[in-house]
């Protein structure tokens, strides 16, 4: 188990677990944008559109100095570990958070 305490096991974990819940997300995003379309129609679209501007421009003022990070090897016992623990994630809206 020391090798899981490694600032490169870390790092790779961390890297992979927000990669793996962002595309989670985005995967979520489009499914409930398609079922609003099939509800509402195409309309929604322009909605949409304007709410994904704001929330840019709002990252964009609170992180001023975000910049993407270079390119690095990772540790694969952390990536993999990473992605593993994004997919068994509860990140579905108004489930309650186990306990624990």
């Known amino acids: 188990m020391p090798r ?3 600032p490169s096991y870390r790092r790779a974990f961390l890297l992979a677990y927000a990669y793996r819940i962002g595309e989670r997300l ?3 995003r489009r499914t409930a944008a ?3 379309a099939v ?3 195409s309309s929604l679209e322009l909605v ?3 709410k994904t501007r704001h929330v840019d421009a709002a ?3 609170a992180f001023p100095n975000a910049r993407a990070m270079p390119g690095r090897r ?3 016992e952390g990536y993999h570990a990473g992605r593993a623990a994004a997919d068994r994630a509860q990140i579905a809206h108004g489930q309650e958070l186990p306990r624990g």
């Open 4 to 6: 899981l305490r490694t």
């Open 26 to 28: 985005q995967e979520t």
């Open 34 to 36: 398609d079922a609003a």
């Open 39 to 41: 509800q509402y129609g």
């Open 48 to 50: 949409l559109t304007a």
């Open 59 to 61: 990252f964009e003022e």
């Open 74 to 76: 990772l540790n694969a």
